[in-house]
């Protein structure tokens, strides 16, 4: 057996380090940008009105208050995207909507609500007189250029995963287009004669398959393109033949089921027909076995992780091996992902005394004290998917360690 370090150190080791390309920023939400983003112009690109009133100057309505309110002469009124015919001169205002270019000659803008305007919803018209009812200083209720994203600035920096904000800040700064990691393309190929799908009458020894649905979510969850490539059963020509077309489409292709020690099962016959497969036997606790190698396809190497096939196996496979790999794959720059320190709200199941770190499927919630706190799900055996689809974290157990209420330990949060 290998450790959980050792097992993600050769394996990431040995996946593709990703290239570059132009992604279209619009669609690239989930993906890490390859290279800075550095702004072009000023965002907003001129000062503008943070409020609907009226852009005046400051030094005019220094006085004014409700008992003594000041007029100004109105020269008409700004909506965003249009801009002001002449400047602000003495006594003169322009009305502005938010958003507005501030006219020239103003310095800063009332609001609507303290001028005689909420009073009669006009005052737009040039020749229109409105009353202020207060001073402002110089600056309020404009938003100066540059105050959101200055030229020539970091907007985003390289390694950065780009979350929707980041989409709006990049169209913000008119970057269409960006340096980036392209989602992967990652087939699922699932294996086993017992495994029956599309809701046909079970037979003696049949069940029905669970894992490609769940592992094809998980794909779409963790930003890459999951290919189905259906179901195979045991027969080694025929795996042949669909891990050979998974080559040519794919990018990464995960097998699942057959990969366990001692077997003669027929997936592992055929992975190892590929040759450089490596066979692990990882000391953690679901999902012991694991396969992995590169495989060379039409547009560069090619990924095969062969996960096992109790379903339960398959979850923490895929996520404390497969994900980091795929991460690491589409330029992350923590493929790990993040692990937290939780409290244990109840004992937690006993250790095994095998050697190997129990990745225990918990529940998880916040507390009153803003703390983490999980509770072990009911049934952690490496079929019982029901019990772990309620599951939220993997707390982590080293062997040997006996966790009682009130313990923290380490728990890896489920996406
Ligand atoms: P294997 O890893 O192929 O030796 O399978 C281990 C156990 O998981 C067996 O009980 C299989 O029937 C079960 N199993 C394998 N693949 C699936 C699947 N896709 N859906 C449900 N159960 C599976
Ligand atoms: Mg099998």
């Excluded at 930003?223 to 795996?239: F, H, K, S, T």
């Excluded at 994900?323 to 589409?330: D, E, G, S, T």
């Excluded at 799900?377 to 309620?390: E, I, N, P």
């Excluded at 360690?401 to 330990?409: F, P």
Aim: glycine residues 12%.
């Amino acid at each position: 057996m290998i450790e959980l370090a050792e097992a993600r150190r050769v394996l990431l080791a040995a996946c593709p380090r990703p290239e570059p390309v132009r992604l279209d920023s619009a669609g690239a939400d989930g993906c890490v940008l390859a290279a800075d983003v550095i702004a072009p112009a000023n965002v907003p690109p001129f000062d503008n009105s943070s409020v609907d009133g009226y852009a005046v100057r400051a030094v005019d309505v220094a006085g004014a208050a409700e008992s003594s309110p000041v007029r100004l002469h109105v020269l008409g009124s700004v909506l965003a995207g249009s801009v002001a015919g002449r400047p602000v001169g003495e006594g003169q205002a322009w009305k502005v909507m938010t958003g507005a270019p501030l006219p020239e000659g103003a310095d800063a803008v009332v609001m609507v609500e303290r001028t005689s305007a909420t009073r009669t919803r006009q005052l737009g018209t040039a020749g229109d007189l409105v009353e202020v009812l207060s001073g402002v200083a110089a600056g309020a209720g404009v938003r100066r250029a540059g105050s959101d994203v200055r030229a020539g600035e970091l907007v985003l920096a390289a390694g950065t995963v780009l979350r929707p904000a980041h989409l709006g800040v990049l169209a913000s700064v008119g970057a269409e287009q960006v340096q980036g990691y392209r989602r992967l393309r990652v087939g699922v190929l699932v294996t086993g004669d017992e495994l029956v799908t599309g809701g046909a009458e079970l037979r003696p020894g049949q069940i029905y398959e669970s894992n490609r649905a769940m592992l094809l979510a998980l794909l779409v969850r963790a930003n890459c393109e999951p290919v189905d490539l259906g179901v195979a059963g045991d027969d080694v020509a025929g795996l042949h033949e669909l891990l050979s077309s998974a080559l040519r489409r794919c990018d990464a292709v995960l097998t699942c089921g057959g990969v366990s020690m001692g077997d003669s099962d027929p997936v592992r016959a055929v992975l190892d027909q590929f040759g450089g497969l490596n066979w692990l036997q990882v000391a953690i606790r679901p999902a012991k076995p694991f396969a992995f190698g590169v495989l060379p396809g039409p547009s560069g190497p090619v990924p095969v992780l062969g996960l096992p096939g109790n379903p339960v196996s398959a979850l923490v496979s895929f996520e404390l091996l497969a994900r980091p790999a795929l991460r690491q794959m589409m330029g992350h720059p923590d493929p790990y992902g993040c692990t937290v320190l939780g409290i244990a709200d109840a004992p937690l199941p006993r250790p095994h005394g095998d050697g190997r770190t129990a990745f225990l499927r918990v529940s998880c919630r916040f507390g009153p004290d803003g703390r983490l706190h999980v509770r072990p799900v009911a049934g952690q055996d490496s079929h019982q998917l029901s019990a772990s689809a309620a599951a939220t974290g993997l707390a982590e157990v080293p062997d040997g360690r006996r966790v009682e209420a009130g313990d923290e330990l380490p728990v890896h949060l489920l996406s």
